[in-house]
């Protein structure tokens, strides 16, 4: 009896792989647009209840946080938001800020901003808001008035630092202090009667120590900015910048104020900020650009804030 090769079946050899079924197509809804929605769902509630980062695209706390710098924000520092509260929902990966209708929805908290805490905040409407036609009476550009007379409808997210709390009394006085020899002009900072020490001096910038801490301060009283067109103007444009106060902060009020102080829409112009719209503790600087992206500010990533900075004895 001869061996005779296996005829081949009719399903073919069993040494021979299985041709892989094709799977059917997905589609533009399942291939691309849900998944994208999940990715946007899931980084927004992260953003609205866990830990932030936010951009900084004015100069308003200068020298301690740059234009073009990234902050690390701690939502959890104070307490807790529901996922998307706020007046405006701000759409990551594809920047898109839209009305949100749901923020009378309630927060938990657990603590409180303390003074010299650097906050992220929605930006409260009514006290005093610069006009358009007072910023062109004040000397600036149709552009800059145009920028400068924000709407005060609370939808403006915000980063300053807390100099005071509820039921403090706050009062900014213009005073001239000499540093090695030569004058100064500057505002000095005064909550419940306690006055501010300035030491430092390093440029427009000053070191100022208040309740036991300290911080770099800017101040440009004296000096112009260049407007375009060959024009430039003096700091500041506004009174309120130099001169407050005295000002009592009702219960859970807060007083934001820009390190910048001379260049800041901040507290002296919006009024007080309440608690609940307050939105997270800034703690570092996460990464920095200098002129966009393309061009990274290696010696800002991972920066503390006021790092090095020591009380007078």
Same mark, same amino acid.
């Given at each position: 009896?001869?061996?005779?090769?296996?005829?081949?079946?009719?399903?073919?050899? @069993?040494?021979?792989?299985?041709?892989?079924?094709?799977?059917?197509?997905?589609?533009?809804?399942?291939?691309?647009?849900?998944?994208?929605?999940?990715?946007?769902?899931?980084?927004?509630?992260?953003?609205?209840?866990?830990?932030?980062?936010?951009?900084?695209?004015?100069?308003?706390?200068?020298?301690?946080?740059?234009?073009?710098?990234?902050?690390?924000?701690?939502?959890?520092?104070?307490?807790?938001?529901?996922?998307?509260?706020?007046?405006?929902?701000?759409?990551?990966?594809?920047?898109?800020?839209?009305?949100?209708?749901?923020?009378?929805?309630?927060?938990?908290?657990?603590?409180?901003?303390?003074?010299?805490?650097?906050?992220?905040?929605?930006?409260?409407?009514?006290?005093?808001?610069?006009?358009?036609?007072?910023?062109?009476?004040?000397?600036?550009?149709?552009?800059?008035? *145009?920028? *400068?007379?924000?709407?005060? !409808? %609370?939808?403006?997210?915000?980063?300053?630092?807390?100099?005071?709390?509820?039921?403090?009394?706050?009062?900014?006085? @213009?005073?001239?202090?000499?540093?090695?020899?030569?004058?100064?002009?500057?505002?000095?900072?005064?909550?419940?009667?306690?006055?501010?020490?300035?030491?430092?001096?390093?440029?427009?910038?000053?070191?100022?120590?208040?309740? %036991?801490?300290?911080?770099?301060?800017?101040?440009?009283?004296?000096?112009?900015?260049?407007?375009?067109?060959?024009?430039?103007?003096?700091?500041?444009?506004?009174?309120?910048?130099? *001169?407050?106060?005295?000002?009592?902060?009702? !219960?859970?009020?807060?007083?934001?104020?820009?390190?910048?102080?001379?260049?800041?829409? !901040?507290?002296?112009?919006?009024?007080?900020?309440?608690?609940?719209?307050?939105?997270?503790?800034?703690?570092?600087?996460?990464?920095?650009?200098?002129?966009?992206?393309?061009?990274?500010?290696?010696?800002?990533?991972?920066?503390?804030?006021?790092?090095?900075?020591?009380?007078?004895?």
């Amino acid at each position: 009896m001869s061996d005779s090769p296996p005829e081949p079946s009719a399903a073919g050899s @069993p040494d021979e792989p299985a041709k892989p079924k094709k799977p059917p197509p997905q589609g533009i809804w399942r291939g691309w647009v849900r998944p994208l929605l999940v990715v946007i769902l899931i980084v927004t509630t992260v953003r609205s209840s866990l830990i932030d980062w936010n951009d900084v695209p004015t100069g308003s706390m200068v020298p301690t946080v740059m234009v073009g710098d990234r902050i690390a924000v701690n939502k959890l520092a104070y307490g807790f938001n529901l996922p998307f509260n706020g007046p405006v929902l701000a759409v990551p990966l594809i920047n898109v800020n839209i009305p949100w209708p749901l923020d009378f929805l309630p927060g938990f908290y657990w603590g409180a901003p303390e003074p010299n805490d650097i906050v992220t905040f929605w930006k409260p409407g009514g006290f005093f808001e610069p006009a358009y036609e007072q910023w062109l009476a004040l000397g600036a550009g149709a552009d800059e008035a *145009r920028a *400068r007379a924000t709407v005060g !409808d %609370g939808g403006i997210r915000m980063v300053k630092r807390v100099v005071a709390g509820p039921g403090d009394v706050v009062e900014m006085r @213009p005073v001239t202090q000499k540093f090695d020899g030569r004058p100064f002009d500057f505002s000095q900072l005064v909550i419940n009667g306690e006055a501010a020490v300035y030491t430092d001096k390093q440029g427009v910038e000053l070191t100022e120590t208040l309740g %036991g801490v300290s911080r770099r301060v800017q101040y440009l009283r004296g000096t112009t900015i260049a407007m375009g067109g060959g024009r430039s103007r003096p700091f500041p444009l506004q009174p309120a910048a130099h *001169r407050f106060g005295p000002y009592t902060l009702g !219960d859970d009020e807060y007083l934001m104020i820009g390190d910048n102080r001379d260049n800041s829409q !901040d507290g002296r112009f919006f009024g007080p900020v309440k608690r609940d719209q307050i939105t997270g503790q800034a703690k570092f600087v996460a990464v920095s650009f200098e002129d966009g992206i393309t061009n990274p500010a290696w010696g800002r990533f991972f920066k503390g804030f006021d790092r090095g900075l020591h009380s007078p004895e």
